[in-house]
């Protein structure tokens, strides 16, 4: 599948941290489409899937991403009937006002803008607006509001998939982008002759700690794992990061497995796949740092494509990027060989 085609299918569903449910048969189908056997959920939620190389007891490789987003909650309403609401997940603030979003009931999707002080009437100027001081208008009286909507109902922003020159934008491209990546490798693994299987894990609940990758390694059962995020992109506000178009960057650091980190360069020299490294001295703050210490331990690498604007409506990728992930992990899949390998 062409690979904005595949970006778009992935963020065209809503999957708020908690509540993924939306996407679960969109990933499911994926899986089986992509050559995945033995599919199914474990208890939290996370999707795994396998890609069978054919060998008897071949070691297990673990491809890694999450499915869920941040989003917002209702958590009261204003006198006048706007919606008052919390986050789900980090948020930059300062992008929040004028945003577009819907508001998911039990009775169907609501729409509503989010809207804050106007900057003629606010005394400070350089002070940014709180959360806190923001609502969502819906263009009802409270009374209204109250029968349409509930306390606890979920929100999302109404970003819309675009192609841009050389590059797309779109909504939670973190970690969506992670997912195609993983589909990515399963493209190209068809074409090689790997040794060991490849376990795709969809987990839930990054955005609110790591949740998910806590336990899916007891349920995909697997011997090395390479997880997937966003890392941050340069923009022209700033330099700090990674240029986007620039490839696969590799962590380095006390979270990731230096063994495994070497035979991802290698791949990466041998099969000129252009990588950059990201020092990690400690968390990462990607499910990696959880996956590490599952069960008796998981030798882990962490795989990232610059993203910009990260955790606002808008994220900015390039798509070669993801394709720059895919065929790393493909091609480190095929010098994966289990056993000793990753040994001290």
Known sequence: MDTKELLKMLTDSVSIAGSEGNITEVIKNLLAEYGCEDIRCDRMGNIIGEYKCGKKNAPRLML?????EIGLMVSGFSDEGSLLFVPVGG??????????VTVHTENGDIYGIIGAKPPHLVTDRNKMVKMK????????????????VKIGDLISFNTQFTALEGQVAGRCFDDRAGIAAIFKALDYVRDLKIECDIICAITVQEELGMRGAKVVCETAKCDAAICIDAGFGTSANS??????????IVSVGPNLHPKLNKIIFDAA?????EVATDVESGNTGTNAWAVQVSGFGVPVALLSFPLRYMHSTYEVIDEGDIEAIGKLCAYTALKYKGGEQLCY
């Open 269 to 273: 020299s041998e099969y000129k796949i």
């Open 64 to 68: 890694e991403a999450h499915m869920d």
């Open 239 to 248: 330099s700090e990061g990674f240029e986007l178009g620039s490839g696969v």
């Open 133 to 148: 001081d923001m609502s969502i208008d819906i263009g009802f009286c409270r009374e209204e509001t109250t029968k349409r």
């Open 91 to 100: 948020f930059d603030e300062k992008v929040l006002p004028g945003s577009e």
